[in-house]
């Protein structure tokens, strides 16, 4: 809320006249938005022959978000972008967005509008539509729900339930990062909390931070994909973390795998940001989380399809259930991997 | 949760295996729900030739519903109806939801359960299949999103823009009865909290609690229509108050509207309620709001469609855009119609 020198009260406003605000900034990009805003419902006319993936993610303020030091422009991309990620992990393209936000009275007019420069800026990146939402307040904090909707040819799709034995593990990007921003920030708001006159150095840091508060979604790597025709057998995005993650594609799989954890891609500034707060940095990759990275498996005589492009690390193999799910460590031990949910309740 | 004889922390499940506890109680039962919960996204194979409509609706707790007097299962059954209500008023049928829910730690497994065993008997009686959702942890209260999706022949199609001058303007069932079945509902809990002794005399009541607590969308009326080979040329239903609804089709269609105070359909126990609280009925039927009737104009050499059926209440004319908004009362006055948004900011 930097540039606000105005603050408008959303009840000056009113309802109607804050959607109408907002929306107005929207224009339908793809054909197959028919009618956005403005009716009961939108209206999406499918390409003949497609299927459609539909995906929701909801993020609450103190749960998903500190607005301490989350800026809402931020806030409104990365709530996009998380939907978009999921559509990606399907193999996907997506095309619609609706917003549903619950917003506290201390919300005004210009913050709203940061908020949705954020969605507006993630859609106009992703070429996606916003074509319906509902606004209303709320006594608690914000709340913003998603729902993206994608459209892909059903030969294309990619469930999590593909992978055979001996598929090779595939990781885009590298993991941990954002984990580490999160960490980097909560330090600064208790150094902040206790002392606001000291001014934070986060430069150094910049990478980390960003990861955490204005990820991206992994478009290109959808589109190699395609122009190199290589179809995963699953994929999934990494929200929970690799650990979790690589566990949800063996369940629906009904395999096992190993994961050679010298191969898990950790970039150098969370390599080192990891030794500082003294966690191994492999735990950050693994149960970090919010990398949105794509995580997939392939066939092993596709792996030459993958161009040593330095985006994919191959870091481990499908093996039969009776294995397990296990991390193959440096010293060469084997352990299980163990799966974290919400860390919340 | 009044037969919850146990109570499960929720941390004591974790999220993932309390995701796999509600989602086995769901089956798919449309032929377009592909692929429902478990993957990235859904998938929908939308049939040959039709659109899809999406439309998405947020409730919070202390904003939509009080949880003192609101049993979770109703919520449940009312969050799916409010959103089913969205698709039959584009004249679709409803096919999928996805459920986002924000929960606060005072919720048990059992409390989830509630939740979702009136999600699910909304989802049998529409007809409509669960696909997706996201279910997180809130610091606040309990935030319940839902986005629908339906089907419609691009020809069957109703937006709220087509109404022309000299339409007639008809809404089904009765209006106003929610709004008064909720002030029923905040005059009991007042006199509980004062007197907590006191037993509620609710059953009087009967009619109008259920109108606010558990409301139904008017899928009868759709296929009334249809058989009736019936195209309203604008559609929405009454979820403001017809008031502000009306005006909504007005500015969409760029027309005005004459509404007749003494047409406009109020329940007798509605009216004799209003009279207990020392309100004007036709106010509550025009400010009241969350009535889930449909609003549609007709050509008026469709009215004998109407077969009579004592459903539909014609209650007025649109007229052309000078005229402006209004209500023509008993009195044989012309009042200007008010639009009423949120009243909560």
């Known amino acids: 809320m930097s540039e606000a020198t105005h603050t408008t009260p959303i009840s ?63 806030l409104g991309y990365k709530a996009v972008v998380v939907n978009i990620s999921d559509i990606y992990a399907m193999n996907a393209e997506p095309k619609q967005i609706t917003v549903s936000l619950a917003l ?76 580490l921003g999160l960490q980097i920030l909560e330090r600064e708001k208790r150094i902040y909390l206790e002392h606001p006159d000291v001014q ?26 395609k122009d190199n025709d290589l179809k995963p057998t699953a994929m999934l995005d990494v929200s929970d973390g690799l650990s979790s993650d690589v566990m949800h594609i063996c369940k629906m799989s009904k395999v096992g795998c190993v994961i050679t954890e010298a191969t898990v891609p950790v970039s150098e500034p969370a390599y080192q940001t990891a030794l500082e707060f003294n966690i191994d940095p492999i735990t950050c990759a693994l149960s970090g989380g919010e990398d949105y990275e794509l995580l997939f498996t392939i066939r092993p005589e596709d ?11 191959v870091i481990g193999e499908i093996t039969d259930t009776l294995q397990g799910t296990r991390l193959l460590t440096k010293g060469g031990n084997y352990h299980q991997l163990t799966a974290q949910g919400w860390k919340h309740f």
């Open 12 to 74: 000056q406003l009113g309802e109607f006249a804050l959607i109408d605000h907002i929306t107005q900034k929207f224009s339908l990009q793809n054909s197959s938005s028919t009618h956005g805003v403005g009716d009961d419902a939108a209206v999406i006319t499918p390409t003949t022959g497609k299927q459609l993936v539909v995906t929701t993610d909801l993020m609450a303020e103190g749960i998903h978000f500190d607005l301490m030091y989350t800026p809402l422009k931020h």
């Open 104 to 179: 506290s009275s201390k919300f005004t007019v210009e913050a709203v509008e940061e908020l949705y420069e954020g969605i507006r800026l993630a859609c106009k990146n992703y070429k996606v539509d916003l074509v319906g939402g509902d606004t209303t307040s709320s006594y608690s904090g914000l709340v913003v729900s998603i729902t993206a909707i994608g459209e892909v040819a059903p030969e294309e799709l990619v469930y999590r339930s593909g992978a055979q034995v001996g598929d090779l593990i595939c990781v885009t990007g590298d993991l941990g990062a954002a984990y």
């Open 200 to 225: 934070p150095e986060l430069e150094k840091s910049q990478y980390l931070i960003e990861r955490q508060l204005k990820p991206e979604a992994r478009k290109d790597v959808i589109r190699f994909l």
């Open 303 to 313: 792996e030459t399809k993958l161009n040593g492009e330095d985006t994919f690390s």
